[in-house]
Structures are given as C-alpha cells and as structure tokens.
C-alpha cells in the first residue's frame, strides 16, 4: 500500500454502498484543474441559495481546524473552491474581463439562476484564504507557537494571491449587498446563515488586522472598538448557531453528497508525502461556531482588557497568570505578544523602566530620590530584558514554560540578584539606615520563578511516585514560606514609610493651621489627632494584599499535603 492511498470507503460517493469486507485502497481525487475539472467537475451552474449556505458554513468549520493546529492543506485547502485554478475559474467567470464589482452590479439587472449563490461561494471562499494568510501572518510573526498550536508548513500548495485585504472586505460587501436587492426570501434560514457567515468573518479579519497592526497613537480607541465589535460578533455568533441547527436538521441528502463532492479530507495527501499523515477530524458546524464565540470572548477578556486595564507592572503579570492557566487559542496569545511591547512600550503606552520603577516603589514605598540615583537608573535598565521575558513566558505553553524558566530566566534573575546586591551596598553608603530594597525586590521575583517552576512540574505529573510529590510540596511550601518572608519584610517597610510620610505632611499642616489660628486652637487639634495614623489603602494595595492572602493559603495547603502524602 502506498502511503497516499486511502480505504476506498473513504471516498466513495453519497449514497453508494461499499460491500462489507472490501478493504481495497485507491489514491485519493487530484487536486482541481478548475470548475469543469475532467475527475469530477464542481459544482457551479445549478448552485442554490441552500447550497452556497453550507459551503459558506463548512469553510467555517475548516477555518476552525486551522485555528485548532491543523496545516493549511488540512484545513483550508480541503475546500476545493479554494484551490487556485478554482478561484482563478471563478474569478474570471464572474468578472467576464472587467471589475467583479462592475459585474456584479450588472448581474443585478438580470435574472440569471445561481448568480446570488456562485457570488457567495466564491466571496465566502475568497474571505477564507484572506483570513488563513492572515492567522498564518500573526502566529509566525509572534513565533510562540509548538507543534500542538500550529503547523506551519503549507507543503508547496499554490495559493491564489490575485488579491488584497480592501478588495476581499469590498467584494464580501457587494456580495451582501446584492443578496439585499435581489433576493426575495431574505428571511429564510439559508440566507440568515449566509449574511451572517460573512458578516462574522469580514469583522473578525478586522479584529486580527487591527490588533495585529497597533501603533501608539491611537491605541485605546482602537481596541475600545475592536472591543465593541467581538461583543457584537459573539451575539451574531449565537443567532448564526440557531439558524445553522435549523438547517442541519433539514439537510437533503442532496447537499450532502454536495458537501462531500467540494469538501475532500484527502485530496492534499500527496503533497505531504511519507511523513505521518494526521487524521483531521472536523468538528460540526455547531461546534465550530460555539469555538468561534469562545476565541472571540477570548480576544476580548484576555487581549482588549488586558491592554486597557493592565497599567501596572504586578496588574499585567496577574492577568497574564490567569491567561496562562486558561485554554487560550494560539492567536489570541499570538496577539498578546505581538502588542506586549511595541514603538518602545509597554502595551504601546507605558515605559517599561517606569512600570519597574513604580512596581519596586509599591512594594517597598521607596523614596523617589533613590530613584535619581545613578546606580539605581542603570539597575532598572537592565531589569528591562528580564522583566520582559516574564511576561512572555506566561503566555507560552503550560509544559513549554518550564523549560523556557529552567533554561533561560532563572539565570538572568540569579545574575540580577548580584546586581541588586551591588546596589543596595552603593545606596548603603549613601544611606546607611537604608533597607537592602532592590535585593529583596529581585530575590521575591526569583522565588515566585522557582516556585512556578515546581507548581508546573506537579501540573505536568512529572514528578513520579508518593515521595517525590510529597517532597514537591514540602519543597513549594519551603518557598512559599520564603517569599512570604520576603513580602513581609517589604510591606513592613512600605508601612513604616508611609506612616512617616503621613506624620510629616500632618506636622506640616498643623504648623501652617497654628500660625493663622493662634495656640489654643492648635492644643484641640492636636488632642483631636494623637491616634498614629493609618496608611491610606490604594487599588494596588488591595491587589497586592489579596495576591498575599493567596500566597499563605497556597503554603499551608503544600504542607498539608506534603503531610499526608509522607505518611500515607
């Protein structure tokens, strides 16, 4: 048997009945020469409404699989209208020699059965390849991915490139537009799923291209608006469902065999030659769709929330926590790493030395005069690097970070240790009642590191027998314990700072009170104000404080189960 070959069964047409038993393999069908193809041409003159609403659908079922980790001739290119002798046939015979655009507006005036329904194959075809050139674009350029993410190899297939982002979005344009004029049954369920088939794809290209293309000047709104539209998309995702259950439930066995003569599972084996050949099983059209709504809350959640909201250096490591933990599509992960640092940004819109500043200044309430320091201006400059790298390593792979920490972060977060040791020292000849501030900043950031790096090998059962987990626990809890040492020391500092920060600003202003309203009236202010006063609370503070309550139910929980599982 030949490595391309496939049971006959899987290729034998609708409704035709293979004897039991037969187990004789064929090479699957040749790629297409065109619409009239001499194996077995496409269908095109006799299309209906109907028919072109299920093409429309299962080329969202195989943008689906692309998104899933299947390759481009897995995916896409089991569409056979996809296939550029295809699209090159359909374009030339919808155009006639001028502008599609100009002949479509043509068709309008002319009864011509089919017209609406090859206009939406090909436009629905047309929006398909645009968005595959355009998922492929955003991961490569992020290069995040593994193997179980994404396939990048598109094995020499030909692609149609006769075209450009404005002209797919105007021809998906015309297409619905002509379904408005011409059309008379616009409330039947095969023309629902068409509007919104092509609605939905023509604003989720606008969704990728947009926050795929930031820049500083124009960020919020940009993604407020990408925001608004994947809000609007899963509520149009929803109705899309409904009506695409409705016509599932009504299928003929006429679109069916439709179905399996321009969808073929097979028809790019050759090209992958003797390497393994994946079996890609394609969900259902509502499936498909309910993925599609997951992704799209996904880029809202987890990519325009974290751009708004994330304008702290904790805030953001937080939120990319909990997307680390969350099954997160490789594009909306993609996306976050190509926006968490451009035009020299955070996010495009904060220095990443000054959220590092402020974060050691959260901690620690350190003077804003040890920031002027030379030393201290160096320090934080370097810390850029390393801080980056934490960042975007928690939107790697779950069983890809711990290699990523082993092999990389832990060394340069050991190297920074040294470092902030040298600064301290410097700052403790300047100062010496001052706290080794940058040390214990850099050394809590080191154990949280050596921390996860256990957590995932206990989330990835690589530690193998009852005594090695029970030691993995017992050794979280030892670090935990340590960092919530370390947190102590600091927000024991920042206290004491701010209490003498708040005393002095109320002695300032009694002193200012006394000399416009005599000594009596300072004697009951004073009386009025000897309780010591209490720091005041800020939103960070509150995420730090309930970071740390965390941080303590995490380290009790490790011993307890280091407990039982030593005596178990």
Known sequence: MDCCEIPIAEVAPFG?????????????????????????????????????????????????????????????????????????????????????????????????????????????????????????????????????????????????????????INTVADVLEMMLSKVEEKDSDAIQAISMALKFQVDFLFICTSMARLNGTDVRNTVEKVQSMTNASVKLLERLSEVVKRLDASKPDSVKALIQRTFNTYVNRPLVGNSPVRTVNFRNAEESIALFATLTKD???????????????????????????????????????????????????????????????????????????????GFIGRMAKPIYDLLKVLVLNRNRQRAYIDAVILHDWSSMFQEAQLVDSALKRERPESPPYFSLYILSITIHLMDHFVALGLELDLFCGEHEIAVAYWYRHFLLHSLTTQLSTMRQIKVGHRQAEKQSSESKAKTQRGKKKGTKQNKKQGNGNSKSPTPLTTAEDMEDDFEFLLLNLKRELCRGISWVRKFE
């Not at 993410?149 to 797919?168: A, L, M, N």
């Open 16 to 168: 035709v009945q293979i004897e039991e038993g037969n187990d004789r393999y064929v090479f699957p069908r040749p790629s297409p020469t065109g619409l009239d193809d001499v194996i077995d041409p496409l269908p095109w003159d006799d299309l209906t409404n109907l028919d072109a609403a299920h093409i429309a659908i299962q080329n969202m079922v195989r943008l689906e699989a692309l998104l899933g980790g299947a390759s481009v001739v897995e995916s896409t290119y089991t569409c056979l209208y996809a296939h550029k002798p295809v699209m090159e046939d359909m374009k030339s015979r919808l155009s006639g020699g001028s502008s599609l655009t100009e002949r479509m507006k043509a068709m309008m005036n002319q009864e011509m059965n089919g017209t609406v329904a090859q206009c939406v194959v090909y436009a629905s075809t047309l929006i398909l390849l645009q968005l595959t050139d355009t998922i492929r674009s955003i991961i490569l350029n992020a290069d995040i991915y593994e193997e179980e993410d994404f396939t990048t190899s598109t094995y020499s297939i030909k692609v149609f490139s006769d075209r450009h982002e404005d002209g797919v």
């Open 299 to 377: 880029i809202d959640w987890a990519l325009c929330r974290l751009i708004l909201n994330a304008n702290t250096l904790d805030r953001t490591r937080r939120m990319l926590s909990t997307i680390s933990i969350s099954s997160v599509n490789i594009l909306t992960r993609s996306l976050i790493v190509l926006n968490l640092y451009f035009d020299e940004q955070v996010f495009g819109q904060y220095s990443l030395t000054d959220l590092i500043a402020k974060s050691i200044q959260q901690l620690t309430q350190l003077p804003a005069a040890i920031f002027e320091n030379q030393y201290v201006q």
